[in-house]
């Protein structure tokens, strides 16, 4: 039987709060226009604070490749020009916050800071993701049950998301949202486009589609409580990488807080 699909609430941030916080994904249309990102963000400001930077890019066979950032804009420019037997290439999770990738990208940071009022202090990464035509992300939760908000800079992108307790058993593995016959329960379905918001619970399921080449900022935040707990289930992640990669960076995180032990006090 096909899926019900509905589309995702849209809403007033006075909302916020009251309506969604912690229980429902919801939309603010306009926004991300308020951000600093979304009139300062030109191609030519981003090359400057891409200058010299490199990260891995994600290939459509999901290894990864170091590219330049500046090569990377260029090609979101024009991806057509650099179509290649490769397939489309995604730069996902683009460190702003904390330092991961050095001053220059730094300096972007003030320019994208969580336009939602939230409640209390937040431990957060912000990242940049930027998507060329044919890109996207599988169905997945996010590592270490985050709430997420993501501002929308340039372009459009599709967001498909499914309830934490949707039972997935007796589907076929993967689970597309944007293909599959069988899921199970509701799939809400909304287009970012330039200046929305998107906020997102933890443990809403999502896939991401990018229809055309496109630009957003995501802020991925816990309690620093959580964030402590992330810490320890990260340093006894039974994998390798997740426990060479994410402490670190849970490390830092905390830092920005200056709250890295258990003493100091909860959120
Ligand atoms: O935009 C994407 O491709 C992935 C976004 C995502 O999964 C997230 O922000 O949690």
Known sequence: MAPTIIPLDTANVSAFVDTYFLRRPVVFRGLAAAMPAYSKWTDAYLAAAFDGVSHLATLPDERRARMRLVDYLEYLGHPQAFASSVGPVYMTD???????LGERLDALEPDARCPLPRPGVWAERVTIYMGAPRTGAALHQDIFDTQSW?????????????AP??????????????????VPGPIYD?????????YVPSRWWHQ?????ANIAVAGHFSTVAEARAALAAAEADPDPQTRAEWPPMWQKILA????????????
Request: aromatic share 6%; glycine share 10%; proline share 5%.
């Open 208 to 212: 991401i589609r990018n229809d055309e």
């Open 94 to 100: 683009v460190y702003l916050r904390p330092s991961v």
């Open 190 to 198: 909304v287009v970012l486009g330039p200046g929305d918001v998107l």
């Open 165 to 182: 307790e949707t039972a997935w058993t007796g589907c076929a593995r993967p689970v597309d949202l944007f293909e599959s016959q069988d």
């Open 256 to 267: 920005l807080h200056g709250r890295t032990d258990a003493t100091s006090g909860a959120a």
């Open 150 to 162: 993501m501002a929308q800079i340039r372009g459009r992108k599709r967001w498909r998301l499914c």
